[in-house]
């Protein structure tokens, strides 16, 4: 088993930054490929950033060139450091892991994690 815990959500003003925290614990000797997703209100979750075990990443075109994921496995944290935050990126964010490896196109699609946490909140004002 996996646990997840996600920290540093909050409310912040159109082009501010917030760093996302993920701990993880259980079976941390296995390979995961562990992402980020979020989902806002009427809306359905989606895949905003996702690590490969093998280091490989993989960003929804959104955030590109404003959200960075990485991982401290001595620590056996997960990050998600968000810039140029926007109304838009108002939402519910949950970190999930999967066992192994998945093919790069695949590490946004929700279906492959087993894994969930309890979701941090991040709410941008214009």
């Known amino acids: 088993q996996v646990q997840l815990v996600e920290s540093g959500g909050g409310s912040v003003q159109a082009g501010g930054s917030l760093r996302l925290s993920c701990a993880y614990s259980g079976n941390t000797y296995r390979r995961y490929f562990r992402g980020w997703f979020r989902e806002a209100p009427g809306k359905e979750r989606e895949g905003v950033a996702a690590?490969?075990?093998?280091?490989?990443?993989n960003y929804v075109d959104d955030v590109k060139g404003r959200f960075t994921v990485s991982q401290d496995n001595a620590k056996n944290t997960l990050y998600l450091q968000m810039n140029s935050l926007k109304p838009e990126d108002t939402a519910m964010y949950y970190c999930?892991?999967?066992?192994?490896?998945?093919?790069?196109?695949?590490?946004?699609?929700?279906?492959?994690?087993?894994?969930w946490g309890q979701g941090t909140q991040v709410t941008v004002s214009s």
């Open positions: 690590i490969n075990s093998d280091g490989s990443t």
């Open positions: 999930a892991a999967g066992e192994g490896v998945v093919r790069w196109d695949l590490l946004l699609t929700r279906y492959w994690y087993a894994y």
